[in-house]
């Protein structure tokens, strides 16, 4: 999911408190791999402009989470049969050789064309004020859709980055239930999904 979505909900506090969130683009990093200083992990790398209220909130009161969600497909499903997940942990500035971010700003527009002239590294930009940062998930909270039928609970950062799910979007996985399927392909999201699975025959 993480892999294949492109919105989050960017969740902060604002001055007096109260919790505020917003709709922010991204990119999961599976989807760039190679470049320095960014761990190519599943996590998400976002930009954000220095004044809009998610970046001040964060800067000014350090608390951030994310909310990804698997949006339905077909107009006769239910949205609340659709994977999501609160996604916990620390957001940090990427600094980036001018190589690497000209490569991020190529990925990050094969998802968002439309972001282009708002990007860090962007030629010709319309605004200046924008940066890289990677949202480093330790822990998150998922919702598979209806609790009789799916995994609700919680889910530690170790297995969200573990090593055979992470890494290259078409990195073959060789975790558990290789033996059936020894060349299965998966990504950070496939292999998070069989995780669930298996989390759901064991309970």
Not at 22 to 48: A, H
Not at 77 to 103: C, I, M, N, Q, V
Not at 134 to 140: A, I, M, P, S
């Amino acid at each position: 999911m993480v892999d294949k979505e492109s919105l989050v909900h960017f969740n902060t506090l604002n001055p007096d408190g109260t919790p505020v969130s917003f709709v922010e683009y991204y990119i999961s990093s599976d989807l760039c791999p190679g470049l320095q200083n960014v761990t190519n992990n599943g996590n998400p790398i976002l930009f954000l402009s220095t004044m809009s209220s998610s970046y001040q909130n964060w800067d000014e009161r350090g608390a951030v989470s994310l909310s990804v969600e698997s949006y339905k497909k077909h107009p006769f499903e239910s949205a609340l049969s659709k994977p999501r997940a609160t996604l916990f942990g620390d957001l940090r500035k990427l600094h980036l050789s001018p190589h690497d971010e000209h490569r991020l700003v190529r990925c990050f527009t094969h998802k968002h064309p439309d972001a282009y002239h708002w990007l860090p590294g962007s030629k010709n930009p319309t605004v200046n004020d924008t940066l890289w940062v990677e949202f480093d998930v330790k822990h998150l909270y998922f919702i598979g859709g209806f609790g009789d039928r799916s995994y609700i609970g919680n889910i530690s950062g170790p297995d969200y980055h573990h090593k055979h799910g992470c890494g290259h979007r078409n990195r073959v996985f060789d975790g558990p239930g290789a033996l059936d399927n020894p060349r299965k392909e998966v990504s950070s999201w496939g292999y998070l999904m069989d995780m669930v699975t298996r989390l759901v025959t064991m309970y």
